[in-house]
């Protein structure tokens, strides 16, 4: 299984910054405690209708792009909380980091993300969403960002992001 890099530190699932970090931040702990992850859902929904855009500076393996956005998200796997993605198959193990720049946070951006999809080639189908895969990723914001790393706040931008390929191997009966 491939290995997420931020800096000096790893992560197996995701590296995120904006509306994700905030709605971790935001989760009631007492809500936490009662309703389990549901709490992230009733976060979720009380932050999209906040969310402000930053401005962001990126490199990747096609290029720089600057522009606004309320949530990066750079993934080794293949969810979201606990919502599967339509990311590859292959997703542990391709090398590559799959990149989420949601531009603009309302209904429709969950409606997109939070739906029912089949694994592969996605294209989203609404503009304020851009998908992509890179090796590498520099992460650099007008004011440095609190940066969610597989449900832990403990990283800021700016980040320089890769994959450790193969990194991690599992032992596992035949299917």
Do not use: C, H
Request: charged fraction near 25%; glycine fraction near 8%; charge should be negative.
């Amino acid at each position: 299984m491939d290995i997420g890099v931020a800096g000096e530190r790893v992560f197996t699932n995701f590296f995120g910054v904006g509306l994700i970090t905030e709605a971790s931040e935001n989760i009631n702990s007492d809500l936490k405690g009662t309703l389990g992850r549901l709490s992230y859902y009733i976060s979720t929904l009380q932050t999209v209708r906040s969310a402000e855009p930053f401005r962001y500076w990126m490199e990747s393996d096609d290029g720089i792009q600057e522009d606004e956005a309320v949530m990066i998200y750079v993934s080794n796997g293949r969810y979201l909380g606990t919502q599967a993605l339509p990311f590859t198959v292959d997703a542990l193990t391709d090398g590559k980091l799959d990149v989420l720049i949601i531009r603009e946070a309302g209904l429709p951006l969950l409606k997109e993300l939070l739906s029912r999809k089949e694994q592969g080639e996605w294209e989203p189908k609404n503009d304020s969403i851009q998908y992509f895969q890179s090796s590498t990723l520099t992460l650099k914001t007008e004011q440095p960002m609190k940066a969610d790393t597989d449900g832990e706040i403990y990283l800021e931008t700016p980040a320089k992001l890769s994959i450790r390929s193969e990194s991690l191997e599992f032992l596992t009966g035949e299917v």
